[in-house]
């Protein structure tokens, strides 16, 4: 189990990724899709309006070329119409973009080709940049080739095209030239940029979850095993040679949890075990977790730590007069026991679901039934720890205590440090 709960917390984790991700992008798309075709058909549509009147102002026999860009207008905004009442988004980007690629090259050929028209075919080029931006890569390319395909066929029947060539002014000539160039290139860019605005959008989006997923994750693990299930280690499972571990228990809180409301039992847990969280971070001990009002800590777990005895004790002593503070405070008369021990163990990580990181060992035994055994207010140690400490520390020796699987012991309250 230790070797395939990484490997499920992996799976999880990308999948909650990629879950957020598909979130984010799925309520973007469409938003930034629909606001990108509304530009290039806004725009389209106000350069039809402007071939219409340029090409109508020349005479009646000029008629029959603004039919083009009249039949755009039309079934523009038919598709738009038809759109807002059916509600189907797909249909109305590819109608929006058929007319964006074929109008263009109509208009062309109507004028009498390329020249004539001042290269208005370039405007068809919105076509394939919209479903670029619109639909993806892989769903533009066919809007590409379709693109490359109609400006091949006019440049090949070029001399087809200029049989429809009518006397035109060259200030005309010019001002179509003009307009083709600076509108194609002012469209794309102010396209190009609100695409790109609302990428960096996403992507501040998706750092910031994925801030909070980091974030959740390190407030549940060691931040050094976190990152080796990020790395997608397969096996969370170390040895340590030497640690001290601690366990405390405050004195009588079950009877006091059924006096009191649970929001108000919960705040007060919270803030003793948010100050204990802020000394043991002092000290770079691991907190494991807590477990009702019990809390269990460790030191030299998972990295090496020199003197985790003394780290531990001094933690103990500060968690004691911490609590004291406590209670000076807010009033109540809460008291523990904590009980220490030190040795081998190992450390991993446990679960296929509400996975854990955890120690086992003798010593994490013997921790707890020194605190089991101890006094109220009184910091007890094992013998293991007691020789780690015994010349840093004033200890005072309990003979024959009972502790459960190892008979009678000695056992040593920990009392103060040695003054040097």
């Not at 083009?68 to 598709?79: A, D, E, G, H, R």
């Not at 929006?96 to 290269?119: C, D, E, H, N, R």
């Not at 390319?141 to 109609?150: A, C, G, K, Q």
């Not at 390190?218 to 397969?234: E, F, G, H, Y």
Request: charged fraction near 15%; proline fraction near 3%.
């Amino acid at each position: 189990m230790i070797a395939n709960s990484p490997q499920f917390f992996v799976r999880a984790r990308q999948a909650f990724k990629q879950a957020v991700e598909q979130n984010i992008i799925t309520q973007s798309d469409e938003t930034l899709g629909k606001t990108i075709l509304s530009m290039l058909v806004l725009a389209e549509s106000a350069v039809s309006i402007f071939w219409i009147f340029t090409i109508s102002g020349l005479g009646e026999g000029y008629a029959l070329m603004a039919i083009t860009p009249y039949v755009y207008l039309i079934f523009s905004y038919l598709s738009l119409f038809v759109f807002y009442r059916t509600q189907r988004y797909h249909y109305f980007i590819f109608t929006q973009l058929i007319m964006l690629l074929v109008m263009p090259f109509f208009l062309q050929w109507t004028i009498g080709g390329y020249q004539a028209a001042g290269g208005v075919a370039i405007w068809a080029i919105l076509s394939p940049i919209g479903a670029l931006m619109i639909l993806g890569t892989r769903k533009s390319l066919p809007w590409f080739m379709l693109f490359v395909f109609l400006a091949g066929f006019s440049w090949l029947f070029n001399d087809l095209f200029s049989g429809n060539l009518m006397p035109m002014p060259a200030s005309v000539k010019d001002t179509f030239l003009l307009m083709n160039i600076i509108g194609t290139a002012c469209i794309l860019y102010a396209a190009m940029s609100y695409f790109q605005s609302q990428k960096e959008r996403t992507l501040r989006a998706l750092a910031e979850e994925q801030a909070r997923s980091d974030k959740l994750l390190l407030n549940i693990l060691p931040t050094s095993i976190a990152q080796r299930l990020k790395n997608q280690d397969k096996r969370i499972a170390d040895s340590h040679a030497s640690v001290t571990i601690l366990f405390a228990d405050i004195v009588g809180f079950t009877k006091l949890s059924t006096t009191m409301e649970p929001f108000d039992l919960v705040n007060l847990l919270s803030g003793i075990f948010s100050m204990f969280d802020m000394l043991a971070e002092g000290h770079k001990l691991e907190k494991i977790k807590t477990i009702g009002d019990g809390y269990l800590v460790v030191g030299g777990v998972p990295l090496f730590l020199q003197n985790h005895a003394n780290e531990v004790a001094e933690f103990a002593i500060e968690m004691r007069a911490a609590l004291s503070a406590f209670n000076q405070k807010t009033g109540h008369q809460l008291q523990m026991r904590i009980g220490i021990s030190s040795g081998p163990v190992v450390a991993g990580v446990i679960g296929t679901s509400k996975f854990a990181y955890d120690i086992w060992g003798d010593a994490v035994n013997m921790a707890s039934r020194m605190e089991q055994t101890g006094l109220v207010d009184e910091i007890q140690v094992s013998e293991s720890t007691y020789q780690l400490l015994k010349d840093d520390y004033e200890f005072e020796r309990r003979q024959d205590v009972q502790i459960k699987g190892k008979g009678l012991v000695d056992t040593y309250l920990l009392k103060a440090p040695i003054k040097k």
